[in-house]
T-cell receptor, first 113, second 113 residues
Framework: GDSVTQMEGPVTLSEEAFLTINCTYT??????LFWYVQYPGEGLQLLLK?????DKGSNKGFEATYRKETTSFHLEKGSVQVSDSAVYFC????????????FGKGITLSVRP | DTAVSQTPKYLVTQMGNDKSIKCEQN?????MYWYKQDSKKFLKIMFS???????INETVPNRFSPKSPDKAHLNLHINSLELGDSAVYFC????????????FGSGTRLTVV
């Protein structure tokens, strides 16, 4: 079945540091890929998405490129802020009527001033 | 306007009780979901409904029974609550097809004592 693997956390960075969070996936078809963010005490918010190979999703300074050849969707940001501290989830969804989101385990990012 | 709203936000109850969580979306989406987030933040799908029809039922105990009176509402009823049911339950919705972003509610934190 489908699965998503995220790098182990937690991750602690200083403000303005470069961020990379690795994500790889296994899927039978051609899934859409997503990054969701969960701020403390809140629900999940869609951060960015990509629906086909070589697409780049971007939002709030975050970027991720759909790499079919390496089955990866790594999240990057050039300069993190304290307000980026949250849990980040990589997820995939197959197309079709029975679509569902399959999540990675999530990784906690803490950014210190 | 809240897109996906869940009630209650917090629910504390004793073992053996029966409780319900309600979810409503005003996005006109066709499909609604229940996800469970455990204490390690792992998110797993429980159910999905498309236009009031049950589509996904992921090996969830029979004590959990979803009900969708119309495509804008998906409720979750839990019988004979157990300690292990303590978790955060998220409702979500999306347009049929999976490639679109899923919109999540803010979650219901259920604590069974």
């Amino acid at each position: 079945g489908d699965s998503v693997t995220q790098m182990e956390g937690p991750v602690t960075l200083s403000e303005e540091a470069f961020l990379t969070i690795n994500c790889t996936y296994t899927a039978t078809g051609y899934p859409s890929l997503f990054w969701y963010v969960q701020y403390p005490g809140e629900g999940l918010q869609l951060l960015l998405k990509a629906t086909k190979a070589d697409d780049k999703g971007s939002n709030k300074g975050f970027e991720a490129t759909y790499r079919k050849e390496t089955t990866s969707f790594h999240l990057e940001k050039g300069s993190v802020q304290v307000s980026d501290s949250a849990v980040y989830f990589c997820a995939l969804s197959e197309t079709g009527a029975n679509s569902k989101l399959t999540f990675g385990k999530g990784i906690t990012l803490s950014v210190r001033p | 306007d809240t897109a996906v709203s869940q009630t209650p936000k917090y629910l504390v109850t004793q073992m053996g009780n029966d409780k319900s969580i309600k979810c409503e979306q005003n996005l006109g989406h066709d499909t609604m979901y229940w996800y469970k987030q455990d204490s390690k933040k792992f998110l797993k799908i429980m159910f999905s409904y498309n236009n009031k029809e049950l589509i996904i039922n992921e090996t969830v105990p029979n004590r959990f029974s979803p009900k969708s009176p119309d495509k804008a509402h998906l409720n979750l009823h839990i019988n004979s609550l157990e300690l292990g049911d303590s978790a955060v339950y998220f409702c979500a919705s999306n347009r049929k097809g999976g490639g679109y972003g899923y919109t999540f509610g803010s979650g219901t934190r259920l604590t069974v004592v």
